[in-house]
């Protein structure tokens, strides 16, 4: 076969405060034949995600930064479309972490082949896929849920949230969630069947309007957002109350993050406060698919997307994370989707 060509975005910029345009760069490479061993995948969905804001700065954290001056890395799902491994032949369907890029060579290393028959394929980048798997391990392991019990989720309309929202209802919980615009509250209220949900942007005071929602109090929280939404719940969590602190997207691109003013509620509360990665929990993953593969399947359990087309508008994808410019997970779509 001849050689192929690939664009891919590559880390231009090490951005202070908010990425801009030139934090990344766009360029087009070769992809060279596979030799024995090696097989070429064409990507379809590109996953961009918050977290990739943390690998763009030297600060020490649980995954290495980006290089600079070499393609950025993140959640791909893609067909083999040129093979001389007899684990990966043509046609089959993979995931990887080689997104930000059209195609790539490889000998396997770090590819794992996916069912495209189980679900969409864009689903294993989230409702199915590291999204999903954070939300069912920050709610079980660490909220722990009750029947009965009152739950707050903030950016609860997302990839994250809106499972954690829906596998909580699902227990008998009464959920709470905020979001940051009156089409997400409606999609949370209507689809997602959360019990309450409240515009932040147009709330002058988030605890004020959690204290309205929540008359009895908050069981547990699930924290996308930190800062204001932090506070609010750790002023209404009642006593031995489990708080799941899985991002802060609010302090991502802040250079002076805010302080917080109600912690001193964890003494009297006896609250669990717990930060955690779900890199940690790839235990969960059978658990996981068993529990909520069926509910996806069956509809019982809604999900959304959002998706650009084109690897020259994933910096605009993931720019747009910080916006709330997607409605549920946030994707690239870099080709046909030829499972579809
Ligand atoms: N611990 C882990 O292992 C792990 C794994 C995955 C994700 N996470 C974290 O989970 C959170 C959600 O991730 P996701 O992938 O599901 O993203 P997402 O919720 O699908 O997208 C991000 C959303 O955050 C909201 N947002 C952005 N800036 C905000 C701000 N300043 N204040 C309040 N809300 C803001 C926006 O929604 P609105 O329109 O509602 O503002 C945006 O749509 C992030 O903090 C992420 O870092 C952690």
Redesign the pocket.
Known sequence: MSNRKSKQILFAEAPEGMPDESTFALEEVDIPAPKSGEFIVRNIYMSV???MRGRMTTRKSYVPGFQLGKPLEGGAVGQVVESENDKFPEGSYVQSMLGWREMYLTNGEMVTPIDASVAPLSAFLGVLG??GL?AYA?LNLICQPKEGETLFV????????SVVCQLAKAKGVKVIG????DD?IAWLKEEAGVDEAFN?KKTDNITETLGKLAPNGVDMYFD??G?D?LDAALFHMNDFGRMAL?????QYNTTKPPGIHNIIMAVPRRLHIKG????DHFDQLGPFISEVGPMVKSGQLKYEETVLDGVENAPQAFLG??????K???LVKLGPDTAA
Do not use: Q, R
């Open positions: 995600d918050p977290y590291m999204p954070t920050g903030s950016a609860a309309s997302g990839a994250v949230g905020s979001a940051g615009s997400k932040y996308n957002v800062s939404h899985c991002g802060m997207i609010d955690f990665i779900v890199s994370l910080f916006s709330g410019a997607n549920g997970k946030m």
